[in-house]
């Protein structure tokens, strides 16, 4: 093993504390990791230098008697015992400062540094298009849905088994669910654990298959799932039911549905983000005297006033008659644009009526002027 600084190896100052020397420990041990650089036998070299050095460093004893002796003062009782040191040695003993970095120090593919995990099996994930409108938009509502879908077997209970007795142990793991390897290098001995191929981790075969899911664990089904569609949703939007996709093989972790949005247009109200637009039009003579009219909202229809003199392009708010933002924080608006519809054909008594109200000076544009008796002469004509 290199008799470089421990300081120098980990990066770091002599007055380090624990805490910035098991960072960079860790930094370390993953940039060098074997499964990061496979064949790389200076960067395996490198790995186990930096523990070596985390190993006396991070203990108060060790780390005072190598401040002040160095190298010599560690004996036998400094680090690991050089060539003999495996990486199930490092892993034992410091794998839990790694947490879940790369599914758990010791869970890389090689299975350095202890046993690795069974397989678990996982379904699928399904996706599925809704439609909702915009009462369903408005208020939320609950869909339910037919899906063809694998489920667990109901024979087997997803075992694919046809009985309890229809198990012998794996012929190629012996019944551990993983296979060991020992591999001669110039550092020592390497040994590698694996999950094993045969069986999957599980450490069993089935020598008798149920007869409904073939050994699968899953059969195909029609099934109805309730979706709960929450007020606000929009097209395009994405729902995920947890574990409502295909089941997995022999009892694994099924699959999750996703929901896609569509959102069908309502035949009156345009949305818009959380406010809605209506476009409104009306006639020359409302325009001028003002009228009440009835217009459509999500889900009943209400009068507004149309105030006297009212111009094209006017936008009229009802707050609150929007859509809920999806999130809670609200109410958007209806926005009614108001369009004044000028008429193509006209008959002859109301072509009069219009030259006579065009040789009226009350017509001419004047911006800002005060309009006070103007609708009460306009009344005539078109009482």
Same mark, same amino acid.
């Given at each position: 093993?290199?008799?470089?600084?421990?300081?120098?190896?980990?990066?770091?100052?002599?007055?380090?504390?624990?805490?910035?020397?098991?960072?960079?420990?860790?930094?370390?041990?993953?940039?060098?990791?074997?499964?990061?650089?496979?064949?790389?036998?200076?960067?395996?070299?490198?790995? +186990?230098?930096?523990?070596?050095?985390?190993?006396?460093?991070?203990? %108060?004893?060790?780390?005072? !008697?190598?401040?002040?002796? $160095?190298?010599?003062?560690?004996?036998?009782?400094?680090?690991?015992? $050089?060539?003999?040191?495996?990486?199930?040695?490092?892993?034992?003993?410091?794998?839990?400062?790694?947490?879940?970095?790369?599914?758990?120090? $010791?869970?890389?593919?090689?299975?350095?540094? $202890? !046993?690795?995990? #069974?397989?678990?099996?996982? /379904?699928?994930?399904?996706?599925?298009?809704?439609?909702?409108?915009?009462?369903?938009?408005?208020? /939320?509502?609950?869909?339910?849905?037919?899906?063809?879908?694998? *489920?667990?077997?109901?024979?087997?209970?997803?075992? /694919?088994?046809? %009985?309890?007795?229809?198990?012998?142990?794996?012929?190629?793991?012996?019944?551990?669910?993983?296979?060991?390897?020992?591999?001669?290098?110039?550092?020592?001995?390497?040994?590698?654990?694996?999950?094993? =191929?045969?069986?999957?981790?599980? /450490? +069993?075969?089935?020598?008798?298959?149920?007869?409904?899911?073939?050994?699968?664990?899953?059969?195909?089904?029609?099934?109805?799932?309730?979706?709960?569609?929450?007020?606000? *949703?929009?097209?395009?939007?994405?729902?995920?039911?947890?574990?409502?996709?295909?089941?997995?093989? !022999?009892?694994?972790? #099924? &699959?999750?549905?996703?929901?896609?949005?569509?959102?069908?247009?309502?035949?009156?109200?345009?949305?818009?983000?959380?406010?809605?637009?209506?476009?409104?039009?009306?006639?020359?003579?409302?325009?001028?005297?003002?009228?009440?009219?009835?217009?459509?909202?999500?889900?009943?229809? *209400?009068?507004?006033?149309?105030? #006297?003199?009212?111009?094209?392009?006017?936008?009229?708010?009802?707050? &609150? +008659?929007?859509? =809920?933002?999806?999130?809670?924080?609200?109410?958007?608006?209806?926005?009614?644009?108001?369009?004044?519809?000028? =008429?193509?054909?006209?008959?002859?008594?109301?072509?009069?009526?219009?030259?006579?109200?065009?040789?009226?000076?009350?017509?001419?544009?004047?911006? &800002?002027?005060?309009?006070?008796?103007?609708?009460?002469?306009?009344?005539?004509?078109?009482?």
């Amino acid at each position: 093993m290199s008799k470089r600084d421990y300081y120098e190896i980990l990066e770091v100052d002599k007055g380090a504390s624990k805490e910035e020397i098991k960072k960079s420990y860790r930094k370390q041990a993953l940039k060098y990791h074997p499964d990061k650089n496979p064949g790389d036998a200076e960067a395996e070299e490198k790995f +186990k230098e930096a523990a070596e050095a985390y190993e006396v460093l991070s203990n %108060d004893e060790k780390r005072a !008697r190598y401040d002040r002796f $160095g190298h010599a003062g560690m004996g036998n009782g400094g680090g690991f015992s $050089g060539q003999h040191m495996t990486m199930e040695d490092i892993f034992s003993s410091f794998g839990d400062i790694f947490g879940d970095a790369f599914g758990g120090f $010791g869970g890389f593919s090689s299975g350095f540094g $202890g !046993r690795s995990r #069974p397989q678990v099996n996982r /379904g699928s994930n399904l996706r599925v298009r809704v439609k909702v409108n915009l009462q369903d938009v408005a208020k /939320g509502v609950e869909k339910k849905i037919k899906v063809n879908k694998y *489920v667990s077997c109901k024979t087997c209970g997803g075992s /694919g088994a046809a %009985d309890s007795n229809s198990y012998e142990n794996c012929s190629t793991c012996r019944g551990s669910g993983h296979v060991t390897r020992v591999t001669n290098t110039i550092l020592g001995q390497m040994q590698s654990t694996q999950t094993c =191929p045969a069986c999957g981790g599980e /450490g +069993k075969t089935i020598t008798k298959k149920c007869n409904s899911c073939y050994g699968e664990g899953i059969v195909k089904e029609e099934e109805v799932i309730a979706i709960s569609i929450p007020a606000g *949703v929009g097209k395009g939007m994405q729902m995920t039911l947890s574990g409502k996709g295909n089941a997995a093989r !022999r009892g694994g972790m #099924p &699959g999750d549905l996703i929901v896609m949005i569509d959102e069908e247009e309502h035949p009156e109200l345009i949305r818009e983000g959380n406010d809605l637009i209506f476009n409104l039009f009306i006639s020359v003579p409302q325009a001028i005297l003002g009228d009440q009219v009835e217009i459509p909202t999500i889900d009943s229809k *209400v009068k507004i006033k149309i105030e #006297p003199g009212t111009q094209g392009g006017k936008i009229l708010r009802l707050r &609150g +008659k929007g859509v =809920p933002d999806v999130n809670g924080y609200g109410k958007g608006d209806l926005l009614v644009n108001v369009n004044v519809w000028i =008429p193509k054909d006209i008959t002859s008594d109301e072509q009069k009526t219009i030259e006579k109200m065009r040789q009226s000076d009350s017509f001419v544009p004047k911006p &800002g002027k005060d309009d006070k008796g103007f609708f009460e002469r306009m009344r005539s004509y078109f009482e």
